[in-house]
């Protein structure tokens, strides 16, 4: 999903919510509310104890995408602490406070928005607790504020020299600055340093992370769902009566909304086995069951009639220029659904409080999750406590427009008592086979081209099934029918386009679907630089040189992604020559603020094997925090595209998904490409997302180069299509 924000409204909006934020929980007068000798929390983001230790809570969870360290990262830099001995804590759920300003007030993460939303936020907070240590300690030794320095948790002036704990107590008393003068760049110590390592490798590592998979709970037990085998499905009857012969099955009750059945145990192991032996009759009258190969039939029947909206123009717009073409080239394509697939399934642990329940998740939305289970509960929003722990991974898949694994946990909790707690589990083949999925989409693209190569008009129609309409973000995603992160990608594509026209056909199928890396532009990106390629091809030009022709227009967009473009070339040797038995592809995009090119360099062929050998890239997220992390993301973004593109579909059989597990849902294998390159543009420009950028310019590069010395790949996966990987 892209959020459209310029860098003015965003320093804007960010220094009038650190301002507000920082008032909550001061006494009268602006003043922090001291703890007695205990820690003092200096704004909601930075808490100091008295022996001096700084903690960055963070309100945005981390699920692999380096959060905690960046976050910390900030804090660290303005107190100029070292970033290994900043504590880490997970925010509680609070929107009043922990708001992702970009999502309005809704805390959550996701859109690759955290460290965008949070860089000034964070900073400014530091900053503040900066400044009232340093008056505090100046106040104290009689001396000008502005002689006294911080310094890896010490406070100095002359031969003046304490612990900054010394002076917790007495700057939680004064006023919070409205103001705090921020680092200049060209002093920063922590932001941008190449050696800064990530701050939840440690834990990680030593197994004291904890993820919601390891909450265990006194008087525990385990609720699994037995949902419908296909989309839309309803249950009918339930018969339980083998479910009682396996040891530490509990019970089996039908969910209110007809969905399903939640399954309890004592343990795991038998909450699934128990769910097996259960005699389920559905009604599949209202569901979609149809094959893959029909749902493809109709999406490509959609695209090639008139679109349901126009997202961008008329059709007059794009024909006007095909009437005048010499040549018109044309194109369908077919992407298939796609499961999220984290390493780490869903789950999540409800556990009675004295007021109300406290929700164990590695939680990516926790006003989602707090408003799910606040419905279903029909208790006060505030009686919803949230813990956060680590998730392993999630891809989009821990936040859905529904709340979906949420609300199916607040069902179990209430339909059992209410009285212990109860952790719902899904296991990998309950999300491959019934979860939330990338939409399947399919495109048809006409363009005109003069007899110079030059493009006269571009038609370009979509057909999926949207992902807001209909919900809660209805009213902002969604503009006269057409679901902006269906078009995402096309509509404001960079280049300059002449005649082009958009339009978009929804699928209705009950099939669900959800963001999935990179949203919209996994698609759409996928489309847009391979058509880009066949159209320099019949012009007979060079790719890079036909796009750069079309981001002549010298706006900042532009030349930010004419900058990636010309670095990834440069660096991959796109201008020298290929080795015998090699081809290159390269595409650009830029999502979520970030500007990505990337080049992929092969060898083989499709009928022996292909095998990729280097991936060079080249991004602009403006100020790179963390170029470790930075790096490690556009590796994992950059695999991620590639494995899917290659591999991964999720197919139908008469409405039943054929795939359960990693052996025939395939992803990336570490194996699959031999070298990935990663180079950095240096810039002063706000920070933008690095999650999911990489992602979308990955398959095309890689379609591109295979399309150099063979087929031209236009139905996902390759491997669907004939194309042999080694």
């Known amino acids: 999903m892209t959020l459209k924000l310029s860098r003015r409204t965003f320093l804007k909006s960010g220094s009038a919510a650190t301002l507000a934020v920082l008032t909550v929980g001061f006494k009268s007068g602006q003043t922090l509310a001291a703890m007695g000798d205990g820690p003092v929390e200096f704004t909601p983001f930075v808490r100091i104890d008295a022996d001096g230790t700084i903690t960055a809570i963070i309100k ?4 692999g995408q380096g959060t905690t360290t960046g976050l910390a990262t900030l804090i660290a830099e303005e107190l100029n602490h070292p970033l290994d001995r900043v504590e880490v804590e997970f925010a509680p759920a609070d929107a009043g406070r922990y708001a992702n300003l970009m999502f309005g007030p809704v805390q959550g993460t996701g859109g690759s928005t955290a460290m965008a939303n949070s860089y000034m936020q964070y900073r400014t907070a530091g900053a503040a607790a900066r400044e009232m240590l340093t008056s505090a300690a100046a106040e104290a030794w009689g001396v000008d504020p502005e002689s006294v320095t911080l310094m890896q948790g010490d406070l100095i002036s002359g031969s003046n020299r304490a612990s900054i704990g010394q002076f917790v107590a007495a700057a939680s008393e004064r006023p919070v600055p409205a103001a705090p003068r921020l680092k200049d760049p060209s002093d920063f110590a922590v932001i941008g340093n190449p050696g800064t390592r990530r701050r939840d490798s440690l834990p ?8 919601a998979m390891d909450v265990h709970l006194d008087n525990q037990i385990v609720a699994v769902i037995k949902r419908s085998p296909r989309f839309g499905g309803t249950l009918v009857s339930l018969d339980d009566s083998a479910a009682s012969d396996v040891a530490g099955f509990i019970g089996a009750t039908p969910l209110p909304t007809g969905a399903g059945a939640v399954v309890y145990a004592r343990n795991t192991w038998a909450a699934f086995q128990s769910r097996d032996a259960l005699n389920a009759e559905w009604d599949f009258s209202a569901a ?6 029909q749902i493809r039939a109709d999406l490509l029947a959609m695209v090639n009639t008139d679109s349901e909206f126009n997202a961008k123009g008329t059709p007059g717009d794009a ?50 999750a707090q408003s799910a289970l606040a419905a279903v509960l029909q208790i006060p929003l505030e009686n919803v406590e949230v813990k956060t722990l680590y998730a392993g991974g ?11 694994y949420h609300v199916e946990a607040a069902f179990a909790f209430a339909l059992n008592g209410g009285q212990q707690p109860v952790k719902l589990v899904w296991s990998r083949e309950d999300d491959v086979m019934g979860g939330y999925y990338r939409p399947a989409v399919a495109h048809r693209v006409r363009v005109g081209l003069d007899r110079d190569g030059r493009i006269l008009g571009w038609d370009h129609r979509i057909a999926g ?10 009213s902002f995603l969604v503009h006269n029918g057409v679901d902006s992160t269906s078009v995402e990608g096309v509509r404001d594509t960079l280049y300059d386009i002449p005649g082009q026209y958009v339009g978009l056909t929804d699928d209705p199928t009950p099939i669900t679907v959800n963001w999935w890396r990179s949203v919209g532009h996994s698609h759409t990106a996928y489309v847009m630089e391979s058509m880009m390629d066949i159209v320099a091809s019949a012009a007979g030009e060079d790719p890079l040189a036909y796009r750069l022709s079309y981001l002549a227009g010298g706006t900042a967009d532009q030349n930010r992604l004419t900058g990636v473009l010309r670095l990834a070339a440069e660096k991959a040797g796109w201008n020298t020559s290929v080795p015998t038995g090699r081809s290159r592809g390269l595409a650009a995009h830029k999502s979520f603020g970030t500007y990505v090119a990337e080049v992929v360099e092969i060898s083989g062929d499709a009928d022996s ?18 170029p470790d992390v930075i790096v490690a993301q556009m590796q994992s973004s950059i695999g991620y595209g590639l494995g899917h593109v290659m591999r991964s579909e999720i197919t139908f059989t008469d409405g039943e998904v054929d795939q359960s597990n990693f052996h025939d849902y395939e992803t990336l294998r570490i194996s699959d490409i031999r070298a990935i390159e990663t180079h950095i543009v240096p810039s002063t420009e706000a920070p933008t997302g690095i999650g999911e950028p990489g992602t979308p310019p990955a398959g095309p590069a890689l379609a591109n180069a295979i399309a150099v010395n063979g087929p031209r790949v236009t139905d996902l996966p390759m491997t669907a299509s004939g194309i042999f990987f080694v």
């Open 319 to 368: 024909e006007s220029g095909l009437d005048r073409a010499d040549r018109i080239i044309e194109q369908e394509f077919y992407l298939p659904f796609l499961a999220h697939a984290p390493m780490e399934p869903l789950t999540c642990t409800v556990a009675p409080t004295a007021t109300g329940v406290i929700l164990h998740d590695g939680c990516q939305s926790p006003t989602g």
């Open 288 to 293: 979609d069951n149809r094959s893959t190969d």
């Open 60 to 63: 945005h969870f981390e699920c």
């Open 394 to 404: 999630t891809f989009g898949r821990r936040s859905s427009p529904t709340a979906d």
């Open 609 to 626: 094997g292909i095998t990729i050998e280097k991936v060079t890239s080249a991004v602009d997220c403006g100020t790179p925090v963390n």
């Open 465 to 474: 099934k949207p992902i807001f309409k209909g919900s809660a973000f209805d």
């Open 204 to 211: 990680k590592i030593d197994g004291s992370a904890q993820y």
